[in-house]
C-alpha cells in the first residue's frame, strides 16, 4: 500500500533478499524476556514487532532459552559481569554469546534502547552475525520540547494541531500517543516538555494535571519521563496568591504544595521548563529578585523527588542601542554557581534565535559552575517552515563541533564537551530541541523533516555521530535501501542547509523576516520593539553591510575566549560563513573568495535559488526507489521552495541594491 509516512524509520517492511532474511531469522527465533518492568516488555514487543515485519515471521517471546540457542536475550542486570560494567545507566551492550545474542542494560530503559538498535542495525543491511556493540548515552536528559497550547494551536508548529488531544484527555487516550513514544524511545529520547514555554498557568491546575497524567502513563513504558514549562506567576494566578514572588514563604509553600499534587499523579514527573523575564514572559526580576531565586525555590520544591529545573538562559531587552547578542551572556554570568544543583541553565544554540546559520552562544565554556544544557530547534521556524527542505544535522553539530576555547588549548573545550559535562564537571548533563512534530499525519509536515527528529535524538544520545551517517541511516531505514537513491537522497540532504542559507541568509546575514519568521522583509525598519526589525540585525548602510561586534561596535565577541576572538575579530580571516556577523564590511570590499562582497552576496543568492532547481532534478531521479505518495508530496514540496528561493533571492538583492548602488553582476543579470 502507499506509504503515508506515519510508520516514521520504524518501519520495518519485509527484506526482499531471501537469503539475507533467512539468514537474520537464524539469529532471532526467539526472544527471552525475563522480567515484568513494563519498559522491558515494550523492549520484547518491539522487537517482536520489528522482526514481524523485517522478516515476516512471529518470533515467540519466552521467558527462559533453556538450552536453546539461536535466538535474542533481554537482560537487565547490575551484574559484575564485564559487559555491563563498561556501561551507565542507560548504556547497553549487544554481544554474540553461546550462540545467542545478549541485550545487555543496567536498567530496563537501557535493555529497549538496545532493542531499537539491533533492529537497526538489521534495517540498515548490516550484519548480526559477530555483534560486539557497546553505546553510551553521552548526555543524561534528552529531551524534546513541544510548544504546544491548550486551545490545540502550536507555536512555530508546521505540521497541523498539537498530538495532545486536550479537550478528550484523561478519558481517551489516543493511540498515536504510543507510536509517539516508540519512535522517541528508538533514538534514546527519555523525556518530554509537553506545553509550550510561553506557558499557560492552566497546566498546573488539577485539570490539566490530569490530562498530563495520563500521557506519562503511556510514555512511561518508554522509558518517556514528562515535565510541564511552568507559568512563574501562577501561585497568583491559578493560586490567588498575591504575589509570585519567589523569596515569598507563601509563594514558597505553593510551589511545595502543587509539586507534592503533581507527584501524586505522575509519580516520575520529570520536572520544570521555565521560560521567564523572556519576550515580555513574567519571572522573578518583576520582584527584583534573579533568576538563581526563582530557579531555586522551584527546585527546593522538587527537593523530595527525582525531578529538575531547566531554567532558560534566552532573554534579551528591548533596547535600541543594546547588542541583543550580549544579553544572554550578561545576565546569566554574574550567576554561575549560584543555582541550586537540582537546577539546569537551557541555552539556545545561538545567542539571538535559531537562525540558519548562527556562531554558537559564547555562554558554552563561560559558566563552569552551572551545568548548562543545550536548546536547539527541530521545528523549521527560521529554515523554511514544512516546505523547505533543510536537513538540520549539519547545524547542530556545526554547533556542537565548535571549540569554545574554554580551557584554552585547541580540541578539548567543545560546545559538545560543555553540555556532556566532560569540559567542567557537571553533574547533571541535558540537551533538548523544540519538536517539530503535530498532528498531521506524516507527523512533520515535510516527509524529509523526519530526519530532523531522527538526527536531533542520534546527536542527543552521541553527539559524536556524523551528519552523513545518520543521514544514510535514516534514508535506509525510512525511504529506500537502493544503493543509488540513498547515495543521492543523503547528498542532497547534506547540501540542503548551505543551499538553504546561500538564498536566504548568506554569509552571515540574520533575521530578515516578517512577524511569522517565514517571508523575506529584509526592509523592515518597524516593529513593535526596535530589535524585531530587519535592518537592526544586517544594518545596512551606503557604506556596506553587518553589525559591527568587534571592538569598534557592540564588542559582542569580547564574551568569547581570546582564541575564538582571535578567529573571528578579523574581517580579512573571519571565516565567510560569520562574516557580517560580526562585521560591517564595505560593498567594494575583496572578500577570500575574489569578489567584491555585493558580488560574492548576489553570487550566493543566485546560485543558491538556482540550487533547489538542481534538488529538484535530484529528487526526479530517485523516483522509482520512493514509494510514490512521499515521492510526489516532496515532490510538491520543493516546486513551492523553488519559488520562494527566487523571491528570498530578488527581495534581498533589489533591497540590497538600494544601498549598494551596484549592477547585478553580468552572469546573473536577466535579458531586458
Ligand atoms: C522565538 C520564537 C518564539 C518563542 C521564543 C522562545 O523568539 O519566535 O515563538 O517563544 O523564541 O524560545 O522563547
Not at 568569547?560 to 573571528?568: C, L, N
Request: proline share 6%; with cysteine.
Amino acid at each position: 500500500y502507499a506509504d503515508d509516512g506515519y510508520r516514521l524509520w520504524l518501519k520495518y517492511d519485509l527484506i526482499k533478499d531471501v537469503a539475507k532474511r533467512e539468514g537474520y531469522a537464524r539469529s532471532a527465533q526467539f526472544i527471552v524476556l525475563n522480567g515484568t518492568s513494563p519498559v522491558l516488555k515494550s523492549a520484547a514487543n518491539e522487537l517482536q514487532t520489528g522482526l514481524q515485519g523485517l522478516l515476516g515471521k512471529s518470533v515467540p517471546i519466552i521467558t527462559n532459552a533453556g538450552n536453546r540457542t539461536g535466538g535474542i536475550v533481554l537482560t537487565e542486570s547490575k551484574g559484575p559481569d564485564a559487559d555491563i560494567q563498561q556501561l551507565n545507566r542507560e548504556g547497553y551492550r549487544i554481544i554474540k554469546k553461546q550462540n545467542n545474542i545478549t541485550i545487555a542494560s543496567k536498567s530496563d530503559a537501557g535493555v529497549l534502547y538496545g532493542a531499537f538498535a539491533l533492529l537497526r542495525q538489521i534495517q540498515t543491511g548490516q550484519s548480526i552475525d559477530n555483534l560486539a556493540l557497546t553505546s553510551n548515552p553521552k548526555i543524561q536528559y534528552r529531551l524534546l520540547n513541544h510548544w504546544d497550547n491548550t486551545n490545540g494551536t502550536i507555536e512555530r508548529g508546521y505540521a497541523g494541531g498539537t498530538l495532545w488531544k486536550w479537550y478528550e484527555l484523561p478519558a481517551t487516550v489516543d493511540p498515536r500517543y504510543v507510536d509517539y513514544a516508540r519512535a522517541n524511545a528508538s533514538l534514546g529520547i527519555n523525556g518530554t516538555v509537553v506545553n509550550n514555554v510561553n506557558a499557560s498557568a492552566r497546566f498546573l491546575t488539577d485539570e490539566y494535571i490530569q490530562k498530563v497524567a495520563a500521557l506519562a502513563n503511556v510514555f512511561r513504558s518508554y522509558g518517556i519521563r514528562v515535565y510541564l514549562s511552568v507559568y512563574f506567576p501562577a501561585p497568583k494566578t491559578i493560586g490567588g496568591l498575591k504575589t509570585a514572588d519567589p523569596l515569598d514563604p507563601d509563594v514558597k509553600k505553593w510551589w511545595v504544595d502543587k509539586t507534592k499534587e503533581i507527584y501524586k499523579a505522575i509519580p516520575d514527573f520529570g520536572g520544570y521548563l521555565v521560560k521567564a523575564n523572556s519576550e515580555g514572559e513574567p519571572g522573578p526580576q518583576d520582584y527584583d529578585r534573579t533568576h538563581a531565586d526563582g530557579a531555586n525555590t522551584l527546585a527546593e520544591a522538587l527537593k523530595p523527588y527525582d525531578g529538575i529545573v531547566m531554567w532558560r538562559a534566552f532573554v534579551y531587552k528591548a533596547d535600541p542601542k543594546a547588542d541583543r547578542f550580549k544579553a544572554a551572556y550578561e545576565e546569566f554570568t554574574p550567576l554561575d554557581g549560584k543555582f541550586d544543583k537540582k537546577v539546569i541553565v537551557q541555552v539556545k544554540n545561538g545567542p539571538i534565535d535559531f537562525q540558519p546559520r548562527e556562531p554558537f552562544s559564547p555562554l558554552f565554556g563561560a559558566m563552569p559552575k552551572t551545568p548548562l544544557s543545550m536548546e536547539f530547534q527541530i521545528t523549521q521556524e527560521y529554515t523554511g517552515f514544512a516546505t523547505h527542505w533543510v536537513y538540520e544535522a549539519p547545524i547542530f553539530k556545526e554547533c556542537l563541533d565548535t571549540d569554545t576555547y574554554a580551557k584554552g588549548k585547541a580540541g578539548g573545550s567543545t560546545v559538545a564537551n560543555v553540555i556532556d559535562g566532560s569540559l567542567h564537571g557537571y553533574a547533571m548533563t541535558a540537551i533538548a530541541s523544540v519538536a517539530n512534530t503535530g498532528a498531521d499525519r506524516n507527523w512533520t509536515g515535510n516527509p524529509m523533516a523526519q530526519a530532523n527528529w531522527y538526527a536531533f535524538g542520534r546527536l542527543a544520545w552521541d553527539h559524536t555521530l556524523t551528519s552523513e551517517g545518520i543521514a544514510n541511516e535514516w534514508v535506509r531505514m525510512t525511504l529506500t535501501s537502493d544503493p543509488n537513491a540513498v547515495k543521492t537522497i543523503t547528498d542532497l540532504m547534506l547540501k540542503s542547509r548551505g543551499i538553504y542559507v546561500d538564498y536566504n541568509t548568506p554569509i552571515g546575514l540574520s533575521r530578515p523576516w516578517s512577524g511569522i519568521h517565514f517571508a523575506p522583509e529584509p526592509w523592515q525598519e518597524k516593529s513593535a520593539r526596535p530589535d524585531w526589525t530587519a535592518i537592526y540585525y544586517h544594518r545596512a548602510d551606503s557604506i556596506g553591510l553587518g553589525f559591527d561586534r568587534t571592538a569598534t561596535g557592540s564588542n559582542a565577541l569580547a564574551q568569547y575566549s581570546p582564541e575564538v576572538q582571535r578567529k573571528w575579530n578579523n574581517p580579512e580571516t573571519c571565516p565567510l560563513p560569520y562574516l557580517l556577523w560580526f562585521h560591517h564590511v564595505p560593498w567594494t570590499k575583496k572578500l577570500n573568495t575574489g569578489r567584491t562582497l555585493w558580488d560574492e552576496l548576489c553570487t550566493r543568492f543566485y546560485t543558491g535559488a538556482d540550487s533547489v532547481g538542481w534538488m529538484q532534478q535530484q529528487w526526479a531521479q530517485v523516483k522509482p526507489a520512493i514509494d510514490p505518495e512521499i515521492f510526489a508530496d516532496v515532490t510538491g514540496r520543493l516546486a513551492t521552495q523553488r519559488m520562494e528561493a527566487i523571491w528570498w533571492r530578488d527581495s534581498w538583492v533589489l533591497y540590497l541594491q538600494t544601498y549598494s548602488k551596484k549592477p547585478i553582476p553580468a552572469p546573473f543579470k536577466k535579458p531586458e
